[in-house]
């Protein structure tokens, strides 16, 4: 590449990652397949997040003096970076890969401008989906509206009880 090339490349992956809400380091095996690799980059597309393999000097250069700055001592050997907006998706998608092929590892991340631990990636992944606390929610009010529904039409019930029992 040349050094205009670099410079715009670098500017472009620079406005990818401040864009993102979330940006996880990971380390990666040089053991991992091209199936394995394709298999996950699949997954993350599907959570809405972006994988981004890149020389250990540009990402340095692409992070360096902004709030994913911290990102940058993990650096070292082969790495990649993982960004997105949807943080639990994304955590979900690297954690469950991390899991099933022991090749990867989370390294540190930075979501929303504050530096997070590899503890509170696994505590993203573990959080429900958006889905599933839509289904919740509305499990909840389906439940407390056919409460209401029992409870207004209990009494009418007691009396209808109280008259079959004395015939």
Do not use: H
């Not at 003096?65 to 907006?85: K, M, Q």
């Not at 530096?115 to 909840?140: H, T, W, Y």
């Not at 209401?148 to 209808?160: F, G, K, L, N």
């Amino acid at each position: 590449m040349k050094r205009q090339e670099k410079e715009s490349f670098v500017s472009s992956i620079r406005n990818e990652l401040l864009g993102a809400s979330i940006v996880i380091a990971v380390s990666r095996s040089a053991g991992i397949t091209v199936g394995e690799i394709t298999k996950f980059r699949k997954d993350m597309r599907a959570a809405n997040a972006n994988f981004k393999v890149l020389k250990n000097t540009l990402a340095r250069m692409a992070i360096s003096n902004s709030p994913l700055d911290s990102i940058s001592e993990y650096l070292d050997g082969p790495t990649a970076l993982a960004y997105s907006d949807n943080p639990v998706g994304m955590a979900k998608a690297i954690s469950e890969f991390a899991k099933e092929s022991e090749k990867m590892s989370v390294l540190c991340g930075v979501m929303d401008g504050n530096a997070i631990s590899v503890d509170a990636v696994k505590s993203l992944a573990s959080l429900p989906s958006m889905d599933e606390l839509r289904a919740q929610l509305i499990g909840l009010l389906t439940a407390a509206a056919t409460k209401i529904v029992r409870t207004v039409r209990e009494p009418s019930a007691r009396v209808a009880r109280v008259i079959a029992l004395r015939n």
